[in-house]
């Protein structure tokens, strides 16, 4: 299943010391982290491999066996409801004295099954490699935007990480994104085979990678069929449905919008529409925050799936802060004036005044362990808050009061638990109905601009003393605006976005999604029909994107020309 993911060594130690406590061990881990490498790794092992014939059988022999039972027998590929109901029965009808240590490896965990019925067993949990393990492995890949892809796509999984540097050693350069992720693709549904037989259940899978979140209205098969996807080790049960985890989603939709754009296409229009509908029916202020968030999703803009919604998957809970939480804030706040050049003593001050007005307006970002890796500074706006707001509005003070949220600050440096923290202020700003942002950094500016908040210009001073003013955005997140939002967004109607890294032109929503579907390898005719325009209206956008291009010092001629700025300024990050 690949390689050792996290700290190798580190998490064998834990499998041992795991054995040494409990004689019934179940290692967990997503499809292709890498369980098998380590599991072997042990000494003195017995090791039992069910993807292997007449495998129940040597199970059986080796637990009757009192040869093995000095051993760690292994139980490799415990997959699927038939192979876990099988293993529990194995275990049931064991009647020897001594049973032999067992390591169960599988994909979820087995409690979570209620027909496993061996109660008292430990799990350990297999996560995803670290970005340098990766990183190592795409080493072998030649070109520098084949490394970045290979990483992108693997997400911290070892198996993923090696399929892609294969794919890409014969493929000649540029290699499509969806090409490579197709191959991929094909690894995880011959994995997933084991779990679930037969093919019919593929074509629903992809639709779901596309849509990200489904009920049975989006998916085609009908309840059994939505049951049975939902058994998959990559699928989880969520608020508006099925989804499946990172980076496996983004594999699988990539692969389907590079074989079928069309029907790519029309799924996530459909599940677009569908949204929206919900949306414009829901009462209550979460129900619409986490609507809100599929939409954006929906909309297709790759400044947005690339910012709130990147490949890598990570487990990122909030809260609000507590006074006893004041070293963390500090500590967090000091890293974001750092990251973005400010003055640090500057954003100590706000910092103070901010935690003095209310402890409560910090939002923590925690990992799995509690760790707080992220914060963000949503403030109510009103009476109480007037000063801590003032500095950061200014001029704008006087138009821009009447409720809602007011972003002061907001940083994480993990790039996917910032994707996390970004779309929990937005779900804060739907929740309270209104959003104000005050920012000096040209990326977030791009952002917003992107997500189609009104500009309201930069204030008098430069706050941080960074050689930037801030400047002032606003949107209308309450409930009778938000399906006319995401839908401005999803047309392309939204504000350009702001200007990306020097000699990276503004290219607008419709530019940018013709110049990608045209570099990916489809025609101009095919980029034209799937974005519902002519021909001649396509290879007007292209016209204005090497114009834009050329105004930047960067002439920009042929499609391999394109494709080469798609690549240099990371526009296919979707």
């Excluded at 406590?21 to 017995?46: E, F, I, M, Q, Y």
């Excluded at 006319?484 to 032109?505: N, V």
Aim: aromatic share 4%; proline share 6%.
């Amino acid at each position: 299943m690949g390689g050792s993911g996290g700290n190798g060594s580190q998490t064998l130690e834990e499998l041992r010391g795991a054995l040494a406590a409990h004689r019934l061990v179940n290692l967990t881990g997503p499809l292709g982290v890498g369980k098998s490498r380590l599991a072997a790794r042990l000494d003195g092992t017995t090791r039992i491999d069910l993807d292997l014939p007449r495998a129940l059988s040597e199970l059986r022999r080796a637990l009757a066996d009192p040869a093995t039972a000095h051993r760690t027998l292994v139980i490799d590929g415990v997959d699927g409801r038939q192979r876990r109901e099988a293993v529990s029965a194995a275990l049931d009808e064991d009647t020897a004295a001594r049973r032999p240590s067992l390591v169960v490896v599988s994909r979820r965990p087995v409690l979570a099954d209620p027909r496993w019925t061996h109660p008292h067993i430990a799990a350990l949990a297999l996560p995803p490699a670290c970005d340098g393990r990766i990183t190592t492995m795409a080493a072998a890949v030649e070109s520098q935007e084949g490394r970045a892809l290979a990483v992108r796509l693997a997400g911290g999984i070892p198996l993923l990480a090696d399929a892609a540097c294969r794919a890409l050693a014969c493929s000649p350069p540029p290699a499509s994104p969806g090409a490579i992720a197709d191959q991929l693709a094909e690894v995880i549904l011959e994995r997933l085979g084991r779990e679930l037989p037969g093919r019919r259940w593929r074509h629903a899978l992809r639709t779901l990678a596309t849509v990200r979140a489904a009920d049975e209205e989006l998916l085609p098969g009908g309840p059994d069929q939505f049951t049975r996807l939902a058994a998959l080790s990559i699928v989880e049960r969520g608020a508006l449905g099925l989804r499946i985890t990172e980076p496996y989603r983004t594999i699988l939709e990539l692969a389907y919008r590079w074989r079928r754009p069309q029907a790519h296409e029309s799924a996530r229009s459909h599940a677009r529409d569908y949204r929206l509908t919900l949306l414009g029916r829901a009462h209550h202020g979460r129900e619409r925050a986490e609507l809100a968030d599929h939409g954006l999703f929906l909309t297709g803009h790759p400044l947005l799936r690339r910012e709130l919604f990147p490949a890598g998957e990570r487990t990122v809970g909030f809260r609000t802060a507590l006074a006893t939480d004041g070293d963390d804030i500090a500590r967090l706040m000091h890293e974001w004036a750092l990251h973005s050049g400010f003055d640090p003593r500057r954003c100590e001050r706000l910092t103070e005044r901010w935690a003095a007005d209310d402890i409560s307006a910090f939002h923590l970002a925690h990992d799995r362990d509690g760790r707080a890796i992220g914060v963000a500074n949503l403030m109510p706006i009103g009476a109480r808050t007037a000063d801590g707001v003032e500095p950061l509005l200014q001029q704008h003070s006087g138009t821009l009061t009447g409720g809602g949220l007011f972003l002061g600050a907001a940083h994480c440096r993990d790039p996917a638990a910032r994707a996390h923290l970004l779309r929990h202020v937005l779900r804060q700003g739907v929740e309270a109905g209104r959003l104000v942002v005050s920012t000096a950094s040209p990326d977030y500016q791009n952002l917003i601009r992107g997500l189609g908040f009104r500009g309201h210009g930069g204030i008098r001073d430069d706050v941080y003393r960074c050689g930037r003013n801030p400047e002032v955005f606003s949107n209308d997140l309450a409930a009778t605006a938000l399906p006319d939002w995401l839908g401005r967004i999803a047309r392309g109607d939204a504000p350009e976005p702001g200007p990306g890294p020097s000699g990276t032109p503004r290219l607008s929503p419709k530019e940018l999604r013709i110049l990608l579907d045209y570099t990916s390898g489809m025609t101009l005719d095919s980029a034209a029909r799937r974005a519902g325009i002519t021909p001649n209206t396509a290879k007007d956008y292209l016209g204005r994107v090497k114009a834009k291009y050329r105004a930047a010092g960067r002439p920009t001629h042929t499609k391999i020309d394109l494709a080469r700025r798609v690549r240099e300024d990371r526009l296919d990050h979707s």
